[in-house]
């Protein structure tokens, strides 16, 4: 559990850092001074700057910097990703060139969008390196011939509630090794064996993890197919590999797809709290996330690297929604500005991110409330095992 918190930890310092740099360095390019970039968040424990004549120096703890012409760099207490603050950003020093709000509009969207294209850049690098060593994916939709494909098993993805395969307490991910000691090839050859044997016992062989389980389960008719079955929609899955110059192409398109998905998952989730549907089950906070990057951490590096640009990808849309506090409420205050052709009053969009900033809390407190009745015992075992 302890090795689940330091790489949860980890994880998510590489996605807010590589958020943040992208600001950074849009902002120093630009010729915005960003006055702070620190790694971890405040109080500042430590930070390095060069003062007005060139020399490095230290700071500690949260000590006001006068004599720093560029950036303090600083480590600090609170070991959650990190931040960058620009000169400026909150609308102060209007007539000061190096201030974020001096700018044209143009340029500051370019720095408030760079977050979030930093976040997809490295999702596509993560995903071409994965692609580089072999990542693993999904069969069913066929591969470019030049593939390389190992470790090819059927899994899990989806289980029907009350069905016969959630009785036998099966998870998705589980990969399905043999039904009657009977290797299949394919996911239709299985679908078939199993639609032939309704209302007889089979004994499954499952991989979860790595661990080998035995379950007997008795296929019934499944109302959702109108064939015999215990309740999961398998796919095949493998470790797929390509060519470096291959590994390029499809780490884009690959990126994108992920994209377009995520984009379309969040508009769904949207639209059920428009509808009054409520937060999806599946919606998991910190909490949550923690415990799956430490259940796919042990599934071994390439799972988590894959894991890790999936969140990447996630971090970057969530960023970019046209919500007040985020990245795309204040692209959306731009937006206005250009159109309108004056800024909004500083303090009333202050006071609308801050609004914004209080209701995104509330949301991560009620997903957190249900990660916790969710994955609870997993912590509760954890703190017994340490007190």
Same mark, same amino acid.
């Given at each position: 559990?302890?090795?689940?918190?330091?790489?949860?930890?980890? !994880?998510?310092?590489?996605?807010?850092?590589?958020?943040?740099?992208?600001?950074?360095?849009?902002?120093?390019?630009?010729?915005?001074?960003?006055?702070?970039?620190?790694?971890?968040?405040?109080?500042?424990?430590?930070?390095?700057?060069?003062?007005?004549?060139?020399?490095?120096?230290?700071?500690?703890?949260?000590?006001?910097?006068?004599?720093?012409?560029?950036?303090?760099?600083?480590?600090?207490?609170?070991?959650?990703?990190?931040?960058?603050?620009?000169?400026?950003?909150?609308?102060?020093?209007?007539?000061?060139?190096?201030?974020?709000?001096?700018?044209? !509009?143009?340029?500051?969207?370019?720095?408030?969008?760079?977050?979030?294209?930093?976040?997809?850049?490295?999702?596509?690098a993560l995903i071409i390196a994965g692609f580089m060593v072999g990542l693993p994916q999904s069969l069913d939709g066929g591969l470019d011939a030049r593939a390389l494909v190992s470790d090819r098993k059927i899994q899990i993805v989806q289980i029907v509630k009350g069905s016969p395969a959630e009785r036998a307490d099966l998870k998705i991910g589980d990969a399905i090794i043999s039904i009657d000691d009977q290797i299949f090839l394919n996911r239709q050859e299985l679908q078939q064996y199993v639609n032939l044997k309704i209302g007889q016992e089979l004994s499954y062989k499952i991989k979860r993890e790595q661990e080998l389980l035995d379950k007997k389960i008795m296929p019934s008719l499944m109302d959702e197919t109108g064939k015999g079955g215990i309740g999961v929609a398998i796919s095949e899955t493998g470790i797929v590999r390509y060519p470096w110059y291959l590994a390029v192409s499809e780490g884009f398109k690959m990126t994108f797809k992920w994209t377009r998905d995520i984009v379309v998952a969040f508009y769904e989730l949207i639209k059920g709290l428009i509808l009054g549907q409520g937060v999806s089950a599946g919606l998991a906070g910190p909490v949550g996330i923690a415990t799956i990057t430490g259940q796919v951490a042990r599934m071994g590096f390439v799972y988590l690297m894959q894991f890790t640009a999936l969140l990447s990808i996630n971090l970057a849309v969530i960023n970019f929604f046209p919500f007040p506090a985020l990245d795309g409420g204040r692209f959306l205050f731009l937006m206005i500005e250009k159109i309108k052709r004056a800024p909004v009053r500083r303090e009333i969009e202050n006071a609308i991110h801050n609004i914004g900033f209080i209701l995104l809390m509330i949301l991560v407190l009620v997903v957190t409330f249900r990660d916790v009745a969710k994955f609870g015992g997993v912590f509760k075992n954890f703190w017994e095992k340490v007190f």
């Open positions: 559990m302890f090795l689940t918190i330091i790489i949860f930890l980890i !994880v998510l310092s590489v996605l807010v850092l590589a958020h943040e740099w992208g600001h950074f360095i849009t902002a120093r390019k630009l010729g915005v001074k960003a006055e702070e970039f620190g790694l971890g968040f405040p109080p500042r424990a430590i930070g390095f700057y060069k003062n007005n004549q060139g020399r490095w120096q230290t700071v500690f703890g949260g000590k006001e910097v006068t004599d720093c012409p560029k950036t303090v760099y600083s480590l600090n207490w609170l070991p959650l990703g990190g931040f960058v603050k620009i000169k400026g950003e909150n609308g102060e020093g209007q007539t000061e060139a190096d201030s974020f709000a001096s700018r044209p !509009v143009w340029q500051r969207a370019v720095m408030l969008s760079a977050g979030v294209i930093m976040n997809v850049v490295l999702a596509m």
